[in-house]
């Protein structure tokens, strides 16, 4: 059971990003889905998370109106849309499969995570 994240990359302030996230192994679409980041010298934090069939989303307040995540279960995927990217972006960026079908927004909750694709963010 693997979770494979891509898309990452150097990007300008301003610019946009879609990060992907691809398992394999078995199927997550009964499952909430998560990104998490960590940024250098800082802990890994929430960013935003998708119940298993998209109803409810949960945000960091910083992202909100920037990023968007969605799902396309049929593909096993799960996609993070990142706009107005800014140095405060800069982060390894980490996806994640929940416990039950719902978002959540703690560490604890994820049960396998992806090996994570750097962002990162020029002035």
């Known amino acids: 059971v693997q979770l494979q994240a891509s898309g990452g990359g150097l990007v300008q302030a301003g610019g946009s990003l879609r990060l992907s996230c691809v398992a394999s192994?078995?199927?997550?679409?009964?499952?909430?889905m998560g990104w998490f980041r960590r940024a250098p010298g800082k802990e890994r934090e929430f960013v935003a998370a998708m119940s298993w069939n998209g109803s409810s989303t949960r945000y960091l307040d910083s992202v909100k109106g920037r990023f968007t995540i969605s799902r396309d279960n049929a593909k096993n995927t799960v996609y993070l849309q990142m706009n107005s990217l800014t140095p405060e972006d800069t982060a390894v960026y980490y996806c994640a499969a929940g416990r039950t079908a719902f978002s959540a927004t703690i560490e604890t909750y994820y049960r396998v995570w992806g090996q994570g694709t750097q962002v990162t963010v020029s002035s």
């Open positions: 192994g078995r199927t997550f679409s009964n499952n909430g």
